[in-house]
């Protein structure tokens, strides 16, 4: 099972959403930044290098405010672990994706996002989590 990190950045009530290149797994669908925990590595730590790597950022990682595991069709299994990220230190930089938006937590279900973030999304478009 791979295991997963990934950020909630939210600043001035808006959560930073991702979309992933064409040229990658699950093309142009959208996420929270992150990405795998390498072997021997914390999640937190994971999580502070991913968002260097793909943003540009120095993040404070918050709280752990959901874990989920998800099975794709194909039978790749996921575990994700999200972390709330309200501070960081740097500009936001786009260094991978396709794009990156702000969006209120209520129009999240408005992006087609990877199907393992499917109830995150539920959850944080109705206001619950953070």
Not at 58 to 76: K, S
Request: glycine content about 6%; hydrophobic content about 40%; some cysteine.
């Amino acid at each position: 099972m791979k295991r997963v990190v990934a950020a909630v950045i939210e600043k001035d009530g808006k959560l930073l959403v991702c979309q992933r290149t064409r040229h990658q797994t699950m093309p142009l669908k959208w996420e929270f930044p992150g990405g795998k925990i390498e072997e021997g590595e914390q999640p937190r730590d994971a999580l502070r290098r991913e968002l260097e790597e793909e943003l540009g950022i120095h993040a404070t990682i918050g709280d752990e405010i959901v874990r989920l595991q998800h099975t794709y069709p194909n039978g790749a299994m996921v575990e994700l672990r999200f972390f709330v990220v309200r501070e960081y230190r740097g500009e936001i930089e786009n260094r991978i994706f396709r794009d990156v938006q702000w969006s209120a937590p209520k129009d999240l279900p408005s992006y087609d996002f990877l199907e393992a973030d499917a109830s995150l999304v539920k959850d944080l478009a109705a206001g619950k989590l953070i």
